[in-house]
């Protein structure tokens, strides 16, 4: 019988200055950090993308999980911790945008972030905000308004 094996390597796709605060400390770090590193607010469609972060919050990687169309994103709990495994995240700030510009969440959103905090959860890795993105610098935090 012949058994196959696996092989496993992570590839750094490319780096980026990033020059505000390393470590969150506020969902206002966060979304100044989703938009230096992503530029959401510029995206024509919606983007959904994550930061893995330390114990201590630190910044150690950042990822576009999915790349979707004018006003929908699909995100599965599969492509986003595999990235998070792959970076040894102790804690992941997800985000995304709106291309409406109204950051306001919708049903959709809350559904996801329900179901990421569940696989997360299952694996030690803890959601600790979905940070929607609007326009001229307006944002919607889940851990300001709602307990998540």
Excluded: W
Excluded at 5 to 20: C, D, G, H, P, T
Excluded at 76 to 84: M, S
């Amino acid at each position: 019988m012949l058994i196959t094996f696996q092989k496993l390597a992570i590839v750094k796709e490319e780096r980026k200055r990033y020059s505000l605060a390393p470590f969150i400390q506020s969902p206002n770090d966060a979304a100044q950090a989703f938009q230096t590193i992503f530029e959401l607010e510029k995206a024509a469609e919606e983007i959904f993308c994550a930061l893995f972060l330390n114990t201590k919050h630190k910044i150690i990687g950042a990822a576009e999980v999915s790349h979707g169309t004018l006003n929908a994103s699909l995100v599965h709990p599969r492509e986003l911790f595999k990235k998070a495994l792959f970076h040894n995240a102790a804690a992941v700030i997800i985000g995304h945008n709106h291309p409406s510009g109204n950051s306001q969440p919708s049903h959709e959103d809350i559904l996801i972030l329900k179901k990421l905090k569940a696989a997360g959860e299952m694996l030690d890795i803890q959601i600790l905000d979905q940070i929607i993105i609007g326009e001229n610098g307006d944002f919607y935090s889940f851990s300001q308004h709602s307990p998540i």
